[in-house]
């Protein structure tokens, strides 16, 4: 019959666990200081850098989004400081410009594809609007998308849309697409045609009838699509918005 551990030697086993707890605690404050230097050492180095290469970060795009995935590595964000050392470095101005002019740019083309563009359309505009005096300062897809992620804080009016691996929708509107929509705008990207029918969306989605009709009817509702029903075998719905699409195609 085996004896019951004493009153002494549970409270001298409660005693080693708690020494362990400390020590443990005392190794990851340790670590954790250590850490701490480490990132403000990679901090002050970042600073330097972009203090000496300030121009070139400005001016070159692919500069610009190598620096900003350093900056991303220590979890700092530039666009988002207005204040000391990085609202000198001027790179969330010239993120917050593009998103002012990418407001613009929205907003003037709202009429005819109802709040959705996209990316390469956006971009194409952008530049013109920005006219000679800054065409030596590249705008890229990406600087767009950072622009637009910024313009989030005016609520869900404007939001991303991927439609296809490497191109996106940009949403200006208030209001999110539902996935339906979304897989719509994904089947005419897919396509390179800007249009959909009733029969695209049940045979290669396999949607039924009224499933396909509700998503298309929303769209049509919100400005989205266009309904074409010059054709005789049956309507067709276009996404003005991807209009640039098929003639870059």
């Not at 005693?15 to 707890?21: A, N, P």
């Not at 890229?140 to 910024?150: F, I, R, S």
Request: glycine share 8%.
């Amino acid at each position: 019959m085996r004896r019951r551990a004493g009153l002494g030697a549970i409270q001298k086993h409660k005693l080693e666990q708690e020494k362990y707890r400390e020590k443990g605690s005392e190794i990851q404050e340790n670590q954790f200081q250590q850490m701490s230097k480490q990132l403000e050492v990679f901090r002050e180095n970042l600073e330097e850098f972009a203090t000496k290469h300030k121009s070139e970060i400005k001016k070159n795009a692919q500069f610009r989004r190598q620096f900003q995935e350093m900056c991303a590595a220590i979890g700092v964000d530039p666009l988002a400081s207005g204040k000391g050392f990085w609202s000198v470095l001027g790179i969330g101005d010239f993120y917050y410009e593009i998103g002012v002019q990418i407001v613009e740019v929205c907003l003037a083309t709202n009429y005819k594809n109802g709040g959705l563009i996209t990316l390469e359309e956006l971009r194409t505009r952008l530049i013109a609007a920005r006219g000679r005096a800054k065409i030596h300062q590249e705008i890229t897809n990406e600087d767009l998308l950072a622009a637009v992620k910024k313009l989030r804080i005016f609520g869900n009016g404007f939001t991303v849309v991927p439609i296809s691996k490497g191109k996106w929708l940009v949403q200006s509107v208030p209001g999110e697409l539902n996935l339906d929509q979304t897989l719509v705008l994904q089947k005419a990207s897919a396509l390179g045609t800007a249009w959909v029918s009733l029969s695209i969306l049940t045979d290669d989605l396999g949607w039924n009838e009224t499933r396909a009709q509700n998503a298309l009817n929303h769209m049509v509702k919100e400005g989205l699509a266009w309904v074409d029903s010059q054709d005789t075998k049956e309507t067709l719905y276009w996404f003005p918005s991807m209009f640039s699409q098929c003639v870059e195609a």
